[in-house]
C-alpha cells in the first residue's frame, strides 16, 4: 500500500468519526503538527506513529513486504 493511502484511510477514518486532529493529536499522543504534516501527505511518520494514531481511531497497521522478481 503506497503512503498516500494509508494517508488518506486514516483521515477518512478520523472524519467518520468526526473527531477533530486536535483531539486525535491529543489521545494518540502525537502532536497536532505532525498529524497535520502526515494528513497533507508532507509528513514522513515512523511506524510507531502511525500505529499510535491507527490504534486510536481503531484500526491496525499492517505491513507486507514483497520481494523483488529474480530472473533466472
Same mark, same amino acid.
Given at each position: 500500500?503506497?503512503?498516500?493511502?494509508?494517508?488518506? #484511510?486514516?483521515?477518512? !477514518? !478520523? =472524519?467518520?468519526? #468526526?473527531?477533530? #486532529? @486536535?483531539? $486525535?493529536?491529543?489521545? +494518540?499522543?502525537? @502532536?497536532? !503538527?505532525?498529524?497535520?504534516?502526515? =494528513? +497533507?501527505?508532507?509528513?514522513?511518520?515512523?511506524?510507531?506513529? $502511525?500505529?499510535? $494514531?491507527?490504534?486510536? $481511531?481503531?484500526?491496525?497497521? @499492517?505491513?507486507?513486504?514483497? @520481494?523483488?522478481?529474480? =530472473?533466472?
Amino acid at each position: 500500500m503506497h503512503f498516500n493511502n494509508i494517508t488518506i #484511510q486514516l483521515k477518512a !477514518r !478520523r =472524519e467518520t468519526l #468526526q473527531v477533530t #486532529q @486536535s483531539i $486525535l493529536a491529543d489521545l +494518540s499522543g502525537v @502532536s497536532l !503538527r505532525t498529524l497535520k504534516q502526515i =494528513e +497533507s501527505g508532507k509528513g514522513n511518520p515512523t511506524l510507531e506513529t $502511525l500505529a499510535k $494514531l491507527a490504534k486510536t $481511531l481503531g484500526m491496525e497497521v @499492517s505491513l507486507q513486504l514483497k @520481494s523483488p522478481q529474480l =530472473e533466472p
